[in-house]
């Protein structure tokens, strides 16, 4: 008996314990932390060198020697204490965020993306991604959609950027994103079709569990939102039966909210 | 006035008031099948770690781009049950949203404020990219990412951008065609970068790198486990194979001795005569229950007896009992039930 219970509390401990082993072991991986503040105190003494020359501050100095020394040490704390090599890290890059900010400019103040210089090669970038996921969709259905027009843009608009043209690029790019936007309503139409029936399997299966439920004789009839349900459930079931999905689809939104009622003032 | 310390210890007591009190160690063995209740537990801890709630990532990578926006791509479990998905975004200012489900179907999804709503209709993944310029901001020359991450998640850092700040620790780092990739714990994440005069760094020299030792002996730990897991189960599976085997026998052992005729006395029985000579003092009612035990070879199940003699429960058991004090008989427990046995040392006690 005393076999079965240590097994049956050993078993329950491993299976707690192996969801977060995975990530105990990997943050217990030490080396990553002296790559990233090693990398940073490169950057930083690089940053120093071009923003000061020899002559830097004393008190971004400081910072940058209490950056320094807490990468020392957390280069020989690796081996034989992770934890101070932790502490270690975030000491470094505590003081390496401070010289950043200091040999920032001063008086620039924190802009967010939409009104930086536009970086059209980032722009490039995202748009191609974006077509890749709608290619993707649009093959997975064989929906028969020509991308070729589009495929010759991209490279276009590549060599443009490339060769600096920024405004056959910027223009480019505009024409590439209407295209993209008309391909992604071809693709949208085309999987209505499948959409369709999958909404009418989803919409008959949830009717059915609906109508049970009302069909549950401790429900109180008489609240207005049992009649109310009935009407919505039989029109919905008319809806799909003609098709209508649109339609059908509000009108579930409609039913589903007035289930939620039903179910509150029934207490479930 | 004087305080007694009392024992918070509850102490046995042997109350002749009817209430029936079992005391069984086996209570496990006989209430409970073994091999269901450890299999019922190695597929608990086993669904445990895969056990999350719907709206939680399964999975979330994120790219940086030159310019700061980003890319996020999303793998989410949705509640089949329910015709739409409310998917929280990490900003407000979002483009080339694509959601599509687990067989690749393109959803519906209409962006409000910072989450879109999802026509899932069914659909139990959904699987989403989009393009977020809310995540990265700019002062000066530094470029600061930040995230209150729901999961723990990648990112990508743009080429030649070097990490300059960190307000946490990262469970990993690598570095893949110039760019660093880290992977960051859920909750708050801030990392300052700079597009720098030094690229990203290869790896740099490490002393003593314990990590392949915690690697090695993390698998010897998870292999031993396993192990000892497969030995212990294939041992109470003999096991409970064994009991099988021996319950199968008992019962048939009592089936044989309740066939016999009542008359015919098992030549182990106990000489009832002498037990009523060692102890003259019993009562008739009792010397009754003794005969009958005797006559079934020496031991008999409680209940058999309260339906020999139909006598209630209670009565029985303060028969039982009285007889069990007079060290007549002694009681075993088998299968939750009080088997009364004539002890074979009451001559010896005489």
Same mark, same amino acid.
């Given at each position: ?5 240590? =097994?049956?509390? =050993? ?5 707690? !314990?192996?969801? #977060?082993?995975?990530?105990?072991? !990997? ?49 020989? @704390? ?13 000491? !470094?890059?505590? #003081?390496?965020?401070?010289?950043? *900010?200091?040999?920032? %400019?001063?008086?620039? %103040? ?14 490039? *970038? ?67 079709? @499948? ?6 399997? =989803? !919409? ?65 | 006035?004087?305080? %007694? ?34 299999? @019922? ?13 719907? $709206? ?16 996020? $791509? ?50 139990? +993944? ?24 729901? #999961?723990?998640? $990648? ?29 960051? $714990? ?34 010897? +730990? ?86 020999? =003699? ?15 004090? *007079?060290?007549?008989?002694?009681? %075993? ?18």
């Amino acid at each position: 008996m005393k076999t079965l219970a240590l =097994f049956t509390i =050993f078993v329950l401990i491993f299976g707690t !314990a192996s969801s #977060s082993f995975s990530d105990a072991y !990997a943050q217990n991986d030490p080396t990553v932390l002296l790559r990233i503040a090693t990398q940073a105190d490169t950057e930083i003494l690089n940053q120093l060198e071009n923003s000061y020359g020899d002559s830097v501050p004393s008190d971004v100095q400081a910072l940058y020697e209490k950056g320094n020394a807490a990468v020392e040490s957390l280069e020989s @704390s690796l081996s034989d204490n992770v934890e101070q090599a932790k502490e270690d890290f975030l000491i !470094a890059m505590k #003081s390496f965020r401070q010289i950043s *900010n200091l040999i920032s %400019e001063p008086s620039s %103040e924190t802009k967010s993306i939409p009104s930086f210089d536009r970086d059209l090669e980032s722009e490039l *970038n995202r748009l191609y991604k974006y077509f890749q996921s709608l290619k993707t969709i649009s093959q997975k259905h064989n929906t028969g959609i020509d991308f070729s027009e589009i495929e010759q843009k991209f490279v276009l608009v590549r060599e443009q950027i490339n060769s600096d043209m920024h405004d056959e690029s910027t223009k480019t790019l505009h024409e590439l994103e209407s295209l993209i936007h008309v391909k992604n309503q071809k693709i949208r139409e085309h999987s209505s079709n @499948s959409a369709s029936d999958r909404i009418i399997i =989803f !919409a008959l299966k949830q009717l059915e569990k609906i109508q049970k439920m009302l069909d549950d004789p401790t429900l109180d009839t008489s609240m207005p939102e049992f009649a109310i349900a009935i009407s919505l459930v039989a029109e919905i079931e008319t809806l799909i039966s003609e098709d209508n999905i649109p339609d059908a689809k509000e009108k579930f939104g409609e039913l589903n909210k007035i289930m939620k009622i039903i179910k509150r003032s029934n207490g479930q | 006035m004087n305080q %007694e310390i009392v024992s918070m210890y509850r102490k046995e007591c042997l109350r002749d008031d009817g209430m029936l009190f079992v005391r069984t160690e086996a209570i496990f063995d006989t209430m409970i099948k073994t091999p269901l209740l450890v299999a @019922s537990l190695i597929i608990v801890a086993a669904i445990m770690p895969v056990q999350s709630s719907f $709206s939680s990532p399964r999975a979330l990578d994120l790219i940086i781009y030159p310019d700061g926006s980003t890319h996020v $791509s999303t793998e989410i479990d949705v509640d089949p049950l329910v015709a739409d998905f409310e998917l929280d975004l990490f900003g407000s200012t979002i483009d080339n949203l694509v959601v599509v489900n687990e067989n690749g179907f393109l959803l519906n999804t209409e962006i409000i404020g910072d989450f879109a709503l999802v026509e899932t209709f069914g659909s139990s +993944i959904i699987f989403v990219e989009y393009d977020i310029h809310d995540l990265v901001s700019k002062q000066g020359r530094m470029w600061t990412f930040y995230l209150d991450a729901p #999961s723990d998640f $990648s990112l990508f850092l743009p080429k030649n951008s070097a990490i300059v700040g960190m307000t946490n620790l990262p469970i990993n780092m690598e570095i893949i065609r110039d760019q660093n990739q880290l992977t960051l $714990s859920s909750g708050e994440a801030e990392i300052n970068y700079l597009f720098g005069t030094s690229h990203t760094i290869s790896d740099p020299v490490i002393p003593d790198n314990p990590a392949p030792e915690i690697d090695d002996f993390v698998f010897l +730990i998870i292999g031993g486990i396993a192990l000892t897991v497969i030995v212990v189960i294939g041992i109470m599976v003999m096991r409970t194979k064994q009991k099988t085997a021996k319950s199968v026998l008992g019962k048939q052992t009592i089936q044989k001795t309740e066939t016999v005729d009542t008359e015919t006395v098992d030549t182990e029985t106990v000489d009832t005569e002498t037990i009523f000579k060692i102890k003259p003092d019993l009562r008739e009612d009792d010397k009754e229950i003794v005969r009958f035990i005797s006559n079934n070879g020496g031991e008999v199940l409680e209940s058999d007896l309260r339906k020999k =003699f139909l006598q209630p429960r209670t009565t029985m058991w303060r028969a039982v009992k009285r007889l069990e004090r *007079n060290g007549i008989i002694e009681i %075993e427990k088998k299968d939750l039930q009080n088997l009364v046995k004539i002890r074979k040392d009451i001559e010896e006690e005489k």
